[in-house]
């Protein structure tokens, strides 16, 4: 009888303590979106006077095209899973958890600016200083909410979602694989896809910039397109912990983080609340994490490349 009390009470402690971190994480996005929609913030960025290369320009359009088609059929697909199985999968949860986490995008500049993007990408701006411990006087990023926003909706977790997939090849291989080497094969699946992207969107497409980084230990250092190569450690990692967590998904459906919430008694619309809560702590926590540590890593970063347009610049 104690052991099934104490069984419950950790099962409490659990759950409830994502969905309050998740609550908490709800609240302040949404007070810094709405403080930024009702400020003067909300307004485009200027692209200053240096010209932007048609190509440029014919890339962005493209992506943003592409983007919004995408969503369409991920919305669809979403949605008659919900409805068809009466319930919210794990995958699903995820997508919610990720999309919350986009207001964390702009903390990567919190201390200094480091990250840009092309302004020539439809944005109102950035809420940037309405993001509880803003400190950098910088706050003129131009969040490109039509590639963005879907991106981290259903770009994100299908990342993580291919990182899964070679873990699990990996654990058929090799079924006494350890975590090591699971995270390896997971690595190694994000490099190829999310990772080739991101080097693309910066050396090729004009599509963002990283000049607040170290051009010593960067491809093309130097230059406004430079990449940090230590971006290909901690971005993935957030993706790979997402992984992990999928990979943790018991016969019930339920992972590390809401497992045992079944056995709470209450009505099932709030067990649902709960792992929604729980999914937007977790993913937040980890985009948190990840951006904090660039932004921290860009106090000590070299200085701006001199070749770095005003398309580019975000009015810096």
């Known amino acids: 009888m104690s052991e099934r009390v104490a069984r419950r009470s950790t099962t409490w402690q659990r759950v409830y303590a994502w969905a309050a971190l998740g609550a908490l994480f709800a609240f302040a996005q949404i007070y810094a979106y709405v403080a930024w929609i009702r400020s003067d913030d909300f307004r485009p960025v200027d692209m200053g006077a240096d010209p932007i290369p048609e190509s440029v320009k014919a890339t962005i359009d493209h992506y943003q095209w592409v983007t919004m088609l995408i969503l369409i059929p991920v919305v669809v697909w979403f949605l008659h899973g919900i409805v068809k199985n009466l319930r919210i999968d794990a995958v699903r949860l995820m997508m919610i958890g990720w999309l919350s986490a986009y207001w964390l995008d702009p903390w990567l500049d919190f201390l200094r600016p480091m990250f840009t993007y092309n302004a020539y990408a439809l944005n109102f701006g950035c809420w940037c200083r309405f993001i509880p411990f803003w400190q950098s006087p910088h706050a003129r990023i131009a969040e490109p909410i039509l590639i963005d926003a ?167």
């Open 150 to 316: 879907p991106s981290y909706f259903y770009t994100f977790t299908g990342t993580a979602v291919v990182a899964l997939w070679a873990m699990r090849a990996v654990r058929r291989r090799w079924p006494r694989a350890g975590n090591v080497r699971l995270a390896l094969a997971g690595f190694v699946a994000i490099w190829m896809t999310m990772g080739l992207l991101d080097i693309a969107a910066s050396r090729f497409m004009g599509f963002d910039a990283w000049p607040g980084a170290f051009q010593s230990a960067s491809f093309w250092g130097g230059h406004y397109y430079q990449f940090p190569i230590y971006e290909f450690l901690l971005f993935p990692s957030a993706f790979v912990a997402s992984a992990f967590l999928l990979l943790s998904v018991d016969s019930n459906g339920y992972t590390a983080i809401e497992r045992g919430v079944e056995r709470l008694e209450c009505h099932s619309a709030i067990r649902t609340a709960l792992r929604v809560l729980a999914f937007i702590a977790f993913c937040n926590v980890l985009n948190l994490a990840y951006t904090t540590a660039m932004g921290v890593h860009a106090v000590f970063a070299d200085p701006w490349p001199a070749d770095m347009p005003s398309w580019l610049a975000n009015s810096r």
